[in-house]
Structure formats: C-alpha cells, structure tokens
C-alpha cells in the first residue's frame, strides 16, 4: 500500500537556524513526489516536483531532495514568513490517486 | 487568474440534510479532485475525475458522490450527512500527472 510518513510533526527554530524536514514514502513505482506549503486557512501551495532518486530542486531559501525511499525539504536561513505547514505528497505509476503525509508544522522565531 | 473556487467556504449544517459542495476550476485541467483534512490524520483522497464522466473512488469515498459532467466544475454531494463528515474539505485540479492547484478550502459543520 502506497503511504508516506512525514517527521518532525512539529520543528520550531530560531530565525537563521536552518534544518531539514523528511519525508519518508513507500510507493508501487513512483510517478513523482510532491511538496507542499500550507498556511492557516489557506489551501496546500505548491512547491517542488520530485521525479527521480537523485534529482534536487531549490527555490529561495528552500531545496528539495530525493532518494529511493525519502525526500529531505532543506530550508536555509529561515525567516519567520517561512513558517507554515510543509505537505508531502506521492503519485504511484500504478494509479492515478495522491498520497499525502500528515505535514510538518514549521514556526520560525524571529 | 488561475484559480480552483469552491462555495461555499463555511457551511453548519444538520444530519441528514442533503448538501452539495461547488468546486469549479478556470485552467481547462483534466483532472480533478476532492480531498478532507483531518487532524492527525492529514489530507485524504475522497474522488478524483481524470476526465470528463470519469470518476474513481479515492481512499475514503464512503458517504459522498459526485460527478463530472462538464470539464471545468466538480460538485461533491452528501446525500445524507453525518456528524463524521465533519471537516474541512479541499477540491484540487491540474493536468494529467502534474502538481494540483487548490482551492481554499470549505469548512463543513453537521451537527
């Protein structure tokens, strides 16, 4: 069964402090790993596509990795505006549905 | 501006009294999808529509129904609501195997 685990569940850190957050997934042959961002009241916002083991991605102060069995969002330097509720999500090749992990709740302190 | 819209936002409404959630998207994407967000539990697939009069069943399907009868809209109906049904929903489109666009999401209250 396709499933994906998502650790810290919550990660405070000091502005400037910077950390990862993983994603851990099992999945029948994966069509592609997805990151999300989501604010308080807001729907889930996109960030990064992840297709193949080895394949990085970044975007300002964030960067995305892969491997066969998880996916690492590095955030440097963070800023208290970087602080939300960061979603990982997997589409299998097998079907046509998204599995998504239960986030990591982020909150930089000035 | 590219947008996935849902109506209404906030809804409290009683057991058992029919509902149906609008979702309507302006990108001319295939697929389409409803999910709930739970506490703990993250977000779940109820249905997703790959295309026009397609739909499938996601993980937790049991107590909704919807359709796709036109390529833009993707209403999720509760034909019965129950208190479990308590939520807060999301619709969500793209194209085939791309990243999905959100809307913000609806409130639902059954009490």
Redesign the interface.
């Known amino acids: 069964e396709d499933q994906v685990t998502q650790s810290p569940e919550a990660l405070r850190l000091q502005e400037g402090e910077s950390s990862s957050l993983n994603c851990s997934y099992t999945v029948s042959g994966l069509?592609?790993l997805?990151w999300?961002r989501q604010d308080p009241?807001?729907?889930?916002?996109?960030l990064f596509?992840l297709y193949s083991a080895g394949e990085e991605k970044e975007k300002e102060r964030l960067k995305a990795t892969l491997t066969k069995k998880e996916s690492f969002l590095h955030i440097t330097a963070p800023k208290p505006e970087d602080s939300a509720t960061y979603?990982c999500?997997v589409?299998s090749y097998t079907g046509?549905?998204?599995?998504?992990?239960?986030?990591t709740s982020l909150t930089v302190i000035p | 501006e590219a947008q996935v819209t849902q109506n209404p936002r906030y809804l409290i409404t009683v057991t058992g009294k029919k509902l149906t959630v609008t979702c309507s998207q302006n990108m001319n994407h295939e697929y389409m999808s409803w999910y709930r967000q739970d506490p703990g539990l993250g977000l779940r697939q109820i249905y997703y529509s790959m295309n026009v009069e397609v739909t499938d069943k996601g993980d937790v399907p049991e107590g909704y129904k919807v359709s796709r009868k036109e390529k833009r809209n993707f209403p999720l109906i509760l034909e019965s609501p129950s208190p479990n049904q308590t939520s807060l929903y999301f619709c969500a489109s793209s194209s085939a195997y791309q990243p999905q666009h959100f809307g913000d999401g609806t409130r639902l209250s059954i009490l």
């Open positions: 069509r592609g997805f999300y009241g807001k729907g889930p916002e996109f596509t979603l999500a589409q046509n549905q998204f599995y998504f992990g239960t986030g």
